[in-house]
């Protein structure tokens, strides 16, 4: 097994339940950019940074049985929901693969809606500028979302707390 899908396992052991595609590449491509060494290439696409790799990898480890995905119909889309599998976890006892603890991020991650991930990776894609640069970059791009001062103010504390936390 490649070090790269048991580094997304470990992720998925750590968060119990991931709930929503979008919402898993966006809570993958901020810990990357909190440090956390993921090796997925990301670009920017309609919502926010994106990485055609770890739509691969996730649907491999789906097809070898080490990761569930349920897909449960809403009213007018589908949800899909990942959780590590039993055979996930055994062969992660075997894996040899080491990463910084990211269970607290994860956990403050998953306390938020995807919508405001969103917000916060696109931030995060265009961290080389300066942060009033940021936000008139997410207000070109996401134009669509139409994110409030408020809604900005909330992301950089929340990315603030992120990278403080161990």
Known sequence: MLANHAKLMKFFLASEEVTGRKKLQKMIYILKKCEV????????HFYGPYSEELTLRIE???NLGFISELKEKKSNYYQYRYQMTKQ???FLHHSQVQLPPME??????KEKSSRFLELVSTMLYFDHLEPQEVEEKVRTVKKKQNYTDQDMA?????ISELR???
Do not use: S
């Open 104 to 109: 607290e991020k994860i956990n403050l991650m």
């Open 60 to 62: 491999e480890l789906c």
């Open 154 to 158: 909330e992301a950089w504390v929340f």
């Open 164 to 166: 403080q936390k161990h």
């Open 88 to 90: 996930g976890e055994d």
């Open 37 to 44: 060494p993921f090796e997925e290439k990301y670009e920017f």
